[in-house]
């Protein structure tokens, strides 16, 4: 089981001061930014970092600024600083370390890209120029649920087995999405996917001249040496294995919940757990999938991971809160909009991501399970900003939910956020969040009379898949990669 030290605490200092430094351009990272850097100047016992800035190597590209106001959503800041030790780590959200909007809407390139250029002679992209949107050029890859499909296969009958209970009601509404309705199974496939890729990568220690911090060479679970060839089966395998069905536990119980939130009428194209049952008998399943997601992880004998999926859940909260309470100015902002897109349905899958390659023996650090991170962080997103769009496009019969579900609840999507830039009378509607008589209708008028909107929301899924696949080239060459560079397109071309 791994441990953690006082020089793991520090990587919650180390995100929680990205951003302060002014962003400069990308290599202009110089000796005199490292030592006055807050990191530095507050970790006088991490001897890397202070000798790199003390021997007149470059120590790499600064850290990009962070938005402004970041107040914790469900935790205050005093609560928050009393559940801390030295052993603990809070992790800021992926959407302050990696890169939210284009540089034509007010984006700056992530530190990790920024970095990986920095060390590498040729940071030249495998994925360069791959057109996400043909689906001739990238069905020229493996086919990403075919190369899972033996791994996923006792999927439903193993997940049904681990969350049955001696409560017969309870054990069958947990159970709904399981057997019946599991739907594409799209969190578990990335899992197992990427834990193939992550098998192809070889696990390197620290260098002793490392741009990183000695503390962030941590969190790796002890592993044996794993290669593509004897990985399944064992006992990483088992333990990644594990996880997806931690992950698909934890986002199945996130939907029955939303569900009695909003009221929802149906789900996978089925009734709702709540209509089969009652909102007690859906809360309380929803309860359960999550208590015992939550012994499964812990029997995954990593504690980083576990501290990384239970900030992951934590996330899931906050986004519904922020969906609920935040202030009428801010549902303007696209910024906000992918935030809170980021805390309901990326962070999931990019904590899932970098969680896979710490069981894989990768420490937190890492250029693997920083890349993994990444990953899951533009594919999550592009995942919601495609279903945003699909939202007004697509209809109830082909995506298994009310179409215009979001405008039902109030909720303004990408479409929208850019029909209000080019029309102001939209923007009192979003503000008010559609509840006055007409206001849907309105809006609907103004989305399809504008020329640009829709395609604006294409080209911002589309741009965080392109940062998805440019993530996946930092990792080496294998199947799954490539079958995951494939699934990324199926997420923005995909009807449903």
């Given at each position: 089981?791994v441990?953690?030290?006082?020089?793991?605490?520090?990587?919650?200092l180390?995100?929680?001061?990205?951003?302060?430094?002014?962003?400069?351009?990308?290599?202009?990272?110089?000796?005199?930014?490292?030592?006055?850097?807050?990191?530095?100047?507050?970790?006088?016992h991490?001897?890397?970092?202070?000798?790199?800035?003390?021997?007149?190597?470059?120590?790499?590209?600064?850290?990009?600024?962070?938005?402004?106001?970041?107040n914790?959503?469900?935790?205050?800041?005093?609560?928050?600083a009393?559940?801390?030790?030295?052993?603990?780590?809070?992790?800021?959200?992926?959407?302050?370390?990696?890169?939210?909007?284009?540089?034509?809407?007010?984006?700056?390139?992530?530190?990790?890209?920024?970095?990986?250029?920095?060390?590498?002679?040729?940071?030249?992209n495998?994925?360069?120029?791959?057109?996400?949107?043909?689906?001739?050029?990238?069905?020229?890859?493996?086919?990403?649920?075919?190369l899972?499909?033996?791994?996923?296969?006792?999927?439903?009958?193993?997940?049904?087995?681990?969350?049955?209970?001696?409560?017969?009601?309870?054990?069958?509404?947990?159970?709904?999405?399981?057997?019946?309705?599991?739907?594409?199974?799209?969190?578990?496939?990335?899992?197992?996917?990427?834990?193939?890729?992550?098998?192809?990568t070889?696990?390197?220690?620290?260098?002793?001249?490392?741009h990183?911090?000695?503390?962030?060479?941590?969190?790796?679970?002890?592993?044996?040496?794993?290669t593509?060839?004897?990985?399944?089966?064992?006992?990483?395998?088992?333990?990644?294995?594990?996880?997806?069905?931690?992950?698909?536990?934890?986002?199945?119980a996130?939907?029955?919940?939303?569900?009695?939130?909003?009221e929802?009428?149906?789900?996978?194209g089925?009734?709702?757990?709540?209509?089969?049952?009652?909102?007690?008998?859906?809360?309380?399943?929803?309860?359960?999938?999550?208590?015992?997601?939550?012994?499964l992880?812990?029997?995954?004998?990593?504690?980083?991971?576990?501290?990384?999926?239970?900030?992951?859940?934590?996330?899931l909260?906050?986004?519904?809160?922020?969906?609920?309470?935040?202030?009428?100015?801010?549902?303007l902002?696209?910024?906000?909009?992918?935030?809170?897109?980021?805390?309901?349905?990326?962070?999931?899958?990019c904590?899932?991501?970098?969680?896979?390659?710490?069981?894989?023996?990768?420490?937190?650090g890492?250029?693997?399970?920083?890349?993994?991170?990444?990953?899951?962080?533009?594919?999550?997103?592009?995942?919601?900003?495609?279903?945003?769009?699909?939202?007004?496009?697509?209809?109830?019969?082909?995506?298994?939910?009310?179409?215009?579900a979001?405008m039902?609840?109030?909720?303004?999507?990408?479409?929208?956020?850019?029909?209000?830039?080019?029309?102001?009378?939209?923007?009192?509607?979003v503000?008010?969040?559609?509840?006055?008589?007409g206001?849907?209708?309105?809006?609907?008028e103004?989305?399809?009379?504008?020329?640009t909107?829709?395609?604006?929301?294409?080209?911002?899924?589309?741009?965080?898949?392109?940062k998805?696949?440019?993530?996946?080239?930092?990792?080496?060459?294998s199947?799954?990669?490539d079958?995951?560079?494939?699934?990324?397109?199926?997420?923005?071309?995909?009807?449903?």
């Open positions: 089981m441990t953690f030290s006082h020089s793991f605490q520090t990587n919650a180390h995100r929680a001061v990205i951003g302060t430094r002014k962003h400069a351009s990308p290599l202009a990272w110089r000796k005199e930014d490292a030592r006055k850097s807050p990191l530095a100047s507050s970790l006088e991490d001897k890397t970092l202070q000798s790199d800035a003390n021997d007149g190597s470059d120590a790499g590209p600064p850290m990009p600024p962070m938005p402004s106001s970041r914790p959503i469900v935790v205050s800041s005093k609560a928050e009393m559940s801390h030790s030295e052993t603990t780590m809070k992790l800021i959200p992926s959407y302050d370390l990696f890169q939210i909007l284009p540089e034509s809407e007010g984006g700056v390139p992530s530190h990790s890209s920024l970095l990986y250029a920095h060390l590498h002679a040729d940071p030249a495998p994925f360069q120029g791959l057109d996400l949107k043909n689906e001739k050029e990238t069905n020229q890859m493996p086919e990403p649920f075919q899972v499909k033996e791994e996923l296969k006792p999927f439903s009958d193993s997940i049904s087995e681990l969350v049955s209970s001696d409560q017969p009601i309870l054990s069958m509404a947990a159970k709904h999405f399981f057997e019946k309705r599991h739907g594409k199974r799209f969190r578990p496939t990335i899992v197992q996917l990427m834990a193939k890729a992550v098998a192809a070889e696990i390197t220690p620290p260098a002793p001249t490392s990183q911090p000695s503390w962030s060479y941590s969190g790796g679970s002890h592993v044996e040496t794993v593509p060839s004897n990985h399944k089966d064992s006992e990483v395998w088992r333990r990644q294995a594990q996880l997806g069905q931690i992950v698909e536990m934890i986002h199945v996130s939907l029955i919940h939303d569900d009695v939130l909003d929802a009428e149906t789900r996978r089925g009734d709702a757990v709540h209509k089969l049952y009652s909102n007690k008998v859906a809360v309380l399943a929803g309860d359960y999938l999550l208590a015992r997601a939550s012994v992880l812990a029997r995954l004998e990593n504690t980083a991971v576990v501290q990384i999926m239970a900030t992951a859940l934590e996330s909260v906050s986004g519904e809160i922020m969906q609920l309470k935040s202030p009428p100015e801010s549902l902002e696209m910024e906000t909009y992918l935030r809170k897109s980021y805390y309901k349905t990326a962070s999931l899958i904590y899932a991501c970098r969680s896979v390659a710490l069981l894989g023996g990768h420490c937190y890492s250029e693997v399970a920083t890349a993994c991170e990444e990953f899951g962080f533009h594919l999550g997103l592009a995942y919601q900003i495609q279903d945003d769009i699909l939202d007004f496009t697509g209809v109830a019969s082909v995506l298994g939910k009310p179409a215009l979001d039902d609840l109030g909720l303004s999507t990408a479409p929208i956020l850019y029909a209000a830039d080019e029309f102001p009378a939209l923007r009192p509607l503000m008010r969040r559609f509840k006055n008589k206001d849907k209708e309105k809006a609907l103004y989305l399809f009379k504008s020329e909107a829709m395609k604006k929301a294409e080209d911002l899924a589309t741009f965080h898949a392109d998805a696949v440019e993530a996946l080239g930092r990792l080496p060459e199947e799954a990669r079958a995951l560079a494939r699934l990324t397109s199926v997420v923005i071309t995909r009807k449903k």
